[in-house]
């Protein structure tokens, strides 16, 4: 086990790994944020350039400070490594840079975009982001096209994190899609517009960070604040069928994954629980699902405005 | 206890006068009050002929703004329905077809829009909310009806018409939609 500080944090970790999840498993705000990487997808981070943070002393044996700062993601923990995230105003400063950057080409287009409440790059917005805009060339635009007869691809939005590469990497057999071109010019896109047709590959829309891949049968129908998402399981061949069901009223909207507070797919019974096409564009309706309770809403979130919600502690202390 | 405001009066059991019980003084004392208010200015305007002037910022009836063009501003973002604080707001959204880029300004578009009159308050949290300059709150007062039904405003009664635009220039939101 290695030692690690990180805001004047200890945490004792395995050795080998990285800042991000040393952080996490602190959890807090002292966690950068991460808009590629997806620790449920081998190979993903160290792309978007958020997780940056500042490392004052290398370790043990080399206190020496990192010069530049450095990539939590994909960085591994040292002995004796002290790590600042929030106490660096460099790291502070830098992330507005980076959040600036991302939203060179992004549209500020939230009051349409589905993602818009549940978006990572909304998030980093608020936080870092500037009023107006610095960038006065043209931002690069393309028309929405449909990838499958149930996702929808705005590659306006895309910010090129490469999660939805790795899930069909990962999680389908094939893969059809992946970025074309280089620099300025990458893109996500099929084969001639082929259309990504396989029993996962509606994981790519959970996993994007933003409203890149939407679904296309949740559509401008609703704004996720409206919605209650509630904890649902069905009977399910291809998945474990635990997912979540967002409901207005009786009527189911959409389903998801179940995503913890980093955006990420739950493990269930130590198997990550990505859910099958069918689960997430077919069941649409309440008799297929056996609704377990509401979903644990952050109450800080805009999911949880207007909504009366116990408080997490009051509730922590019932269970125990 | 003696009273802390000191305003508190003692009844008394004091017999009437001869002058006082004829009641006479003070109906005339009455009277004359009455009759210098004739003359004195009055307060209260006669409606609906004379109308007050309302202030710039006036919060009244909601209007549904179009733009330059003459396109609908609003995009069904819900921010008013989350911000409004009566839950007077309720709305549908759609995707703008091919063909209605002269009506919408935006790809996605309310294809119902309602407020409930009865319930709103006219806080202007909605227009306040708005990051499309598209709901504002006018100098227009909601009128009275018989039927609850007649307060629940569509989006017939909401948007302005393309020909009979609702001034809002005088408002302080304006001016802060992005480009």
């Known amino acids: ?320 | 206890m003696e009273s802390l405001s000191n305003r508190k009066k003692v009844v008394s059991n004091k017999k009437m006068t001869f002058m006082e019980k004829l009641y006479l003084p003070a109906i005339l004392g009455g009277m004359w009050i009455t009759f210098k208010h004739l003359f004195k200015k009055h307060n209260t305007l006669k409606y609906p002929e004379v109308k007050r002037e309302f202030a710039p910022v006036y919060r009244g009836q909601h209007v549904l703004k179009r733009d330059e063009e003459g396109r609908e501003n609003c995009t069904a973002c819900g921010l008013c329905a989350v911000a409004c604080p009566a839950e007077a707001i309720t709305m549908t959204s759609e995707e703008r077809k091919k063909g209605e880029e002269n009506l919408y300004r935006e790809e996605k578009y309310a294809s119902t829009y309602e407020i409930n009159m009865l319930r709103c308050i006219f806080c202007g949290l909605c227009e306040e909310a708005c990051p499309k300059e598209a709901i504002f709150l006018t100098d227009r007062i909601v009128p009275t009806y018989f039927e609850r039904n007649d307060f629940i405003y569509g989006k017939d009664k909401l948007v302005e018409p393309v020909d009979q635009r609702v001034d809002i220039s005088k408002r302080q939101l304006t001016g802060k939609r992005p480009a």
């Open chain 1, 1 to 320: 086990m290695v030692k690690v500080i990180i805001d004047d944090i200890e945490v004792e970790v395995e050795p080998g790994t990285t800042i991000l999840n040393a952080a996490r498993q602190i959890g807090g705000d002292v966690v950068p944020p991460a808009m590629c990487y997806y620790s449920k997808l081998q190979g993903s981070g160290g792309k978007c350039r958020t997780c940056l943070v500042e490392v004052a002393a290398g370790s043990t044996a080399d206190p020496r400070p990192m010069p530049k700062l450095v990539a939590s993601c994909s960085t591994p923990v040292m002995d004796g490594m002290i790590v600042k995230n929030k106490t660096s105003e460099r790291v502070y400063d830098n992330r507005a840079a980076v959040t600036e950057f991302l939203l060179i080409n992004h549209p500020l287009d939230c009051p349409i975009c589905d993602q818009a409440g549940e978006c990572h790059l909304q998030d980093l917005g608020f936080e870092h982001g500037k009023e107006g805009t610095r960038y006065e060339e043209k931002r690069r635009t393309f028309d929405p096209i449909d990838i499958g007869d149930k996702i929808k691809l705005h590659m306006n939005r895309c910010i090129l994190c490469y999660r939805c590469v790795y899930v069909a990497n990962q999680l389908t057999d094939k893969r059809v899609h992946g970025i074309m071109h280089r620099g300025d010019h990458a893109e996500i896109s099929t084969y001639i517009e082929q259309a990504i047709d396989n029993d996962f590959s509606g994981n790519v829309i959970d996993v994007c960070p933003v409203g890149a891949l939407t679904d296309k049968t949740f559509r401008f129908k609703s704004r996720v604040w409206f919605l209650k998402p509630m904890e649902a399981s069905c009977e399910c061949t291809k998945c474990a069928g635990k997912a979540v069901v967002w409901m207005f009223g009786d009527e189911i909207y959409r389903v998801t994954g179940r995503k913890d507070k980093y955006g990420e797919i739950e493990d269930i019974d130590g198997k990550t629980a990505w859910i099958c096409n069918e689960c997430r564009f077919d069941k649409k309706d309440k008799s297929q699902w056996n609704i377990e309770g509401p979903r644990v809403i952050n109450r800080h979130s805009v999911i949880a405005q207007n909504q009366y919600l116990v408080d997490e502690r009051i509730e922590s202390k019932k269970l125990n």
